[in-house]
Antibody
Framework: QVQLQESGPGLVKPSETLSLTCIVSGGSISSYHWSWIRQPPGKGLEWIGYIYGSGTTNYNPSLKSRVTMSVDTSKNQFSLKLSSVTAADTAVYYC??????????????WGQGTMVTVSS | SYELTQPPSVSVSPGQTASITCSGDKLGNKYASWYQQKPGQSPVLVIYQDSKRPSGIPERFSGSNSGNTATLTISRTQAMDEADYYCQAWDSSTVIFGGGTKLTVL
């Protein structure tokens, strides 16, 4: 069964770039869309964007100017970069597999999440 | 931008039926999904495409979607169902989550 594991620094300084990687095991990254979702402490879920195995991307309009996602099929992993971070970007960041296409999307497999704190 | 609205909290007695609503403009014309999240854990998909259950999700969980409201129904509620529940939809190539509902089983 597919498993996801996020990795990356737990502390990022304000104005710098947050970088996270999600390793996909138990399945090929090529045949699905993959997404990043975050959750600030004590708050709800916010979708950041998704990337297909081919590299096609779609970002949340509210974050689009700061987000870059990429995929490395040789390593079966995908990555997130979020630039110019502020304290408002402090959150648990999840990677997830996207279920569906066309008229619906859902997230059927989630990583365990990684906490990222933005602080000097 | 599109918004989904959930009640902040819902309470239910063990063995009874819990209903959690999610409201959005013409939500019935879109597909709704639902996630369960327990403290310190990742969300788990419990309903997708309005009423489909992923493998491993008990039949006690069901969903419906019509008009402006999607509903997650949990029958014969158990203590283990106490969690936060989030609805989610897909609109204009964007994923939207509701604000979440805390289900208390007491």
């Amino acid at each position: 069964q597919v498993q996801l594991q996020e990795s990356g620094p737990g502390l990022v300084k304000p104005s710098e770039t947050l970088s996270l990687t999600c390793i996909v095991s138990g399945g090929s990254i090529s045949s699905y869309h993959w997404s990043w979702i975050r959750q600030p402490p004590g708050k709800g879920l916010e979708w950041i964007g998704y990337i297909y195995g081919s590299g096609t991307t779609n970002y949340n309009p509210s974050l689009k100017s700061r987000v870059t996602m990429s995929v490395d099929t040789s390593k079966n992993q995908f990555s997130l970069k979020l630039s110019s971070v502020t304290a408002a970007d402090t959150a648990v960041y999840y990677c997830a597999r996207v279920l569906g296409s066309g008229t619906f999307r859902a997230f059927d497999v989630w990583g365990q999440g990684t906490m990222v704190t933005v602080s000097s | 931008s599109y918004e989904l609205t959930q009640p902040p909290s819902v309470s239910v007695s063990p063995g009874q039926t819990a209903s959690i609503t999610c409201s959005g403009d013409k939500l019935g014309n879109k597909y709704a999904s639902w996630y369960q999240q327990k403290p310190g854990q990742s969300p788990v998909l419990v309903i997708y495409q309005d009423s489909k259950r992923p493998s491993g999700i008990p039949e006690r969980f069901s969903g419906s979607n019509s008009g402006n409201t999607a509903t997650l129904t949990i029958s014969r509620t158990q203590a283990m169902d106490e969690a936060d529940y989030y609805c989610q939809a897909w609109d204009s190539s964007t994923v939207i989550f509701g604000g979440g509902t805390k289900l208390t089983v007491l």
